[in-house]
């Protein structure tokens, strides 16, 4: 027997489910709890969108992006933030099925709590 698990992202919003290379996570934080959520394309830009007057008007506090000397710099994580890039790579080694995007499956992060 034969067992094919498929995963699917879905918009977070409408429940729309996205085809691969269709949407995307975007990032974001409010009063200092940071947010990730999946949108299709025309959701994530109605979020841009929504937030477009907000951010023009605000000052910007860090960057994601590295602007030092091209070398990767490991930024300082808040409480409560996790490395998934790194729990994706050992859930991949470990024989778990994992996204490239998207949230990680409870029990991927049980496990990986679990060996750490």
């Known amino acids: ?3 094919r ?3 699917q992202l879905v918009d977070d919003l409408d429940g729309s489910v996205l ?3 269709e949407g995307e996570t975007v990032l974001f934080s409010l009063d200092g709890t940071a947010y990730e959520i999946d949108l299709s394309d025309g959701n994530a830009a109605a979020l841009r969108e929504a937030f477009a007057p907000f951010v023009s008007a605000a000052r910007s506090v860090s960057t994601s992006r590295s602007s ?3 070398t990767a710099t490991r930024q300082r ?3 409560g933030q996790r490395d998934y890039a790194e729990i994706r790579a050992w ?3 470990n024989g778990h099925q994992v996204s490239e995007r998207g949230r990680v499956p ?3 992060l049980d496990a990986y709590d679990a060996a750490h």
Do not use: W
């Open 1 to 3: 027997m034969a067992r």
């Open 5 to 7: 698990i498929v995963h």
């Open 19 to 21: 085809e691969v290379g």
């Open 68 to 70: 030092g000397s091209g």
């Open 77 to 79: 994580r808040r409480a």
């Open 91 to 93: 859930a991949k080694e």
């Open 106 to 108: 409870a029990a991927v």
